[in-house]
C-alpha cells in the first residue's frame, strides 16, 4: 500500500492481510516500490505512483492492482492485462465532489473571489467602488463541457440552476439525454468559440494530450474561462501561460498541472488571472472514504481471484489466468 488510506479501508482489510504500508507524506521512490513489491501479491497505489511495465513485471507473485483513483493514466495496463493482473479503479464515486468543485471554481473564477480576498487582506479596500474587481455574470452565460461522461453530465446537470446555455462535445453525440438535461451536442471547435465558459472532463490519453493548445486558444472568447479538473496533460501549459498572459482569454481556474506538483519556479504562478488548487476536486470525507471502500473491495477480490467489482481492464477475464 503506497500511502496511507482512510481508516474505513484500513478496517476492512485488518485480520485479512499482511500490510505493507508506506507511511510517508510523499509517494515512495520508485526504486524503493520496486523492490517492496517483488514479493506482494495485490498493490493498492494511487495516481502518483508510477506502475510501469518494469514495475509490474518485476513483481512474479502479484495477482491485482487496485487504484485509489478513478484515472489509471499511470499503470501500464497493456502489460497488466498481458500478465493476467485485473487493474481496480474507483469509478463514479467522485462525480458529485467533482462537478461540485469544477463550480466551485468557475464561480470563483467568474467572479475573481481569490483576487478579492488578496486585494482586502493586502489593505486595499477603501471604499465601495463601481469598476473594483468586476467578474463575469455565470448566469444566462454559455457553458462548453468537453468530455460528457459522468462528471461532465453533473456539471452539465448543475447549470440548469443558472439558466446557461450548455454545449458538449465528446467522442459521440448522446442524443437520449440531451433532451433531459438540455444542452446542445457541438463541434470542438463550436465549443471553443462559442463558450463562454469552457470546462474540462476527459481522461488523460494519447489524444487528448495537450488537447488544449495555441490553437484552441486562439479560438476562445477574449472574455472566456477555462475551467480544468480532469488532468493537467489535457492542457499545454505554455500554451496556457501565453493566453494568460496576453489576455488572450479572460482567467482560468486548473485544479491539475503538468506537472504535479507544480514547480514553485513555474511562470504560471505568477499570473494574477489564475487559480491553481492542488488536485482537490475529489476531497471531500464522503468521497474519499468511499474510494477507500472500493479500492479496498477491488483488492480483496484480486487476491482471492474473483471478479474485481470496478475493474479498468476486464479484458483480461477474457484470456486464462
Known amino acids: 500500500m503506497t500511502r496511507r488510506i482512510p481508516d474505513i479501508g484500513l478496517e476492512m482489510l485488518s485480520g485479512q492481510v499482511e500490510i505493507d504500508l508506506w507511511e510517508g507524506e510523499l509517494p515512495p521512490p520508485y526504486e524503493v516500490l520496486k523492490e517492496r513489491i517483488q514479493n506482494a501479491q495485490g498493490l493498492l497505489c494511487l495516481l502518483t505512483d508510477r506502475v510501469d511495465r518494469e514495475l509490474i513485471e518485476s513483481a ?166 477555462l475551467i480544468n479538473t480532469a488532468r493537467g496533460g489535457v492542457v499545454d501549459p505554455d500554451a496556457l501561460y501565453h493566453a494568460l498572459k496576453t489576455r488572450q482569454i479572460r482567467s482560468a481556474a486548473i485544479d491539475v498541472t503538468e506537472p504535479e506538483p507544480i514547480p514553485m519556479d513555474s511562470p504560471l504562478l505568477e499570473l494574477p488571472n489564475l487559480i491553481i488548487t492542488p488536485h482537490i476536486a475529489s476531497a471531500s470525507v464522503q468521497s474519499r472514504n468511499q474510494m477507500a471502500v472500493m479500492a479496498v473491495q477491488n483488492l480483496i477480490a484480486g487476491l482471492k481471484r474473483e471478479r474485481l467489482p470496478f475493474c479498468a481492464n476486464p479484458q483480461v477475464y477474457n484470456q486464462q489466468w
Open 60 to 225: 512474479p507473485h502479484l495477482r491485482v492492482i487496485s487504484q485509489y483513483a478513478v484515472g489509471v493514466d499511470n499503470i501500464d495496463l497493456e502489460t497488466a492485462t498481458r500478465r493476467g493482473i485485473p487493474v481496480g479503479h474507483t469509478p463514479g464515486v467522485l462525480t458529485d465532489a467533482t462537478a461540485d468543485f469544477t463550480w466551485a471554481l468557475l464561480m470563483s473564477a467568474a467572479r475573481r473571489v481569490t483576487e478579492a480576498d488578496t486585494y482586502t487582506r493586502k489593505g486595499n479596500w477603501k471604499t465601495w467602488g463601481p469598476s473594483i474587481l468586476l467578474g463575469m455574470d455565470v448566469s444566462h452565460a454559455t457553458l462548453g463541457i468537453i468530455g460528457f461522461g459522468r462528471i461532465g453530465q453533473a456539471v452539465a446537470r448543475r447549470a440548469r440552476g443558472f439558466d446557461m446555455r450548455v454545449l458538449y462535445t465528446d467522442t459521440k453525440r448522446i442524443p437520449e439525454i440531451e433532451e433531459t438535461l438540455g444542452v446542445e451536442y457541438a463541434s470542438l471547435e463550436t465549443v471553443l468559440r462559442e463558450a463562454d465558459f469552457i470546462t474540462l472532463h476527459v481522461p488523460l490519453t494519447q489524444s487528448t494530450y495537450h488537447l488544449i493548445g495555441e490553437r484552441e486558444f486562439s479560438l476562445m472568447k477574449k472574455d472566456a474561462i
